[in-house]
């Protein structure tokens, strides 16, 4: 093994793709999750329905659900130098809150209203898209957005236990996805609005780049250093 060159940083131990990769960084994917959000508010805007749905079997993104992944996708950029620096802290909470109170407003309505049983699977694709409640948010939504803010407040103290919650937000919504792609995107429920194509990739996008920060910060997710590059 070649000794390290002078002026070489010789303490830096290869961490594999996760170190190296700028697709581990929380501020790529929080790009990506802001893309998201811009995408469904240009939907709406433009009336474009290609652009609030994306897959032709989705129901639409709600216009709320848009502007909080954009919100989401500032907090996931941030979120490395909230870890330094105070003022970048600050707005980091503060933009997890809208998430968490909206997503609780919206369980709370839910759970206080009757919600018609809709049989989707019944209908076109056209009618999925103008029968779906367009302002109102989906049950899974509602769930995740308070469940991804309230664990991006807490990697700041129990990050080994919150990249578990990133890890089964990344599961669900990826089964989500998975199951407009396989041309079954109601086999989560009929009774109920379900999640949209585009929503569950924005939580699919945001939840992986929240939980690779926490497993790089984290030292046990790391493998240790073979003995010969211990000092």
């Not at 999750?33 to 897959?55: A, D, E, H, K, Q």
């Not at 709320?64 to 941030?78: D, E, H, N, R, T």
């Not at 709370?108 to 779906?132: H, K, N």
């Amino acid at each position: 093994m070649k000794p390290g060159r002078r002026g070489e940083d010789t303490n830096r131990i290869p961490t594999g793709w996760l170190g190296r990769s700028v697709i581990s960084s929380p501020a790529w994917w929080g790009g990506c999750t802001i893309l998201i959000g811009i995408t469904g508010l240009c939907g709406w805007i433009m009336g474009s329905r290609f652009l609030v749905t994306i897959i032709p079997q989705s129901i639409t993104m709600a216009p709320v659900s848009a502007f909080l992944f954009i919100i989401l996708g500032i907090s996931a950029s941030i979120s490395r130098s909230a870890e330094s620096e105070p003022d970048y802290a600050i707005l980091r909470d503060i933009l997890l809150f809208p998430p968490v109170f909206i997503g609780i407003w919206v369980l709370y309505d839910f759970f206080q209203s009757t919600p018609a049983s809709i049989s989707w699977s019944s209908y076109s694709d056209y009618q999925v898209f103008l029968m779906a409640p367009e302002s109102r948010m989906s049950l899974m939504s509602a769930i995740l957005f308070p469940s991804l803010s309230i664990a991006t407040y807490l990697t700041r103290s129990v990050s080994r236990h919150v990249s578990l919650v990133f890890l089964v937000i990344m599961i669900c919504s990826a089964g989500f996805v998975a199951g407009y792609c396989l041309g079954h995107p109601f086999f989560y429920g009929s009774s109920i609005k379900p999640i949209s194509f585009l929503s569950a990739l924005g939580f699919f996008l945001c939840a992986t780049g929240l939980w690779l920060s926490v497993r790089r910060d984290n030292p046990s997710s790391e493998s240790s250093p073979p003995p010969g590059q211990r000092l």
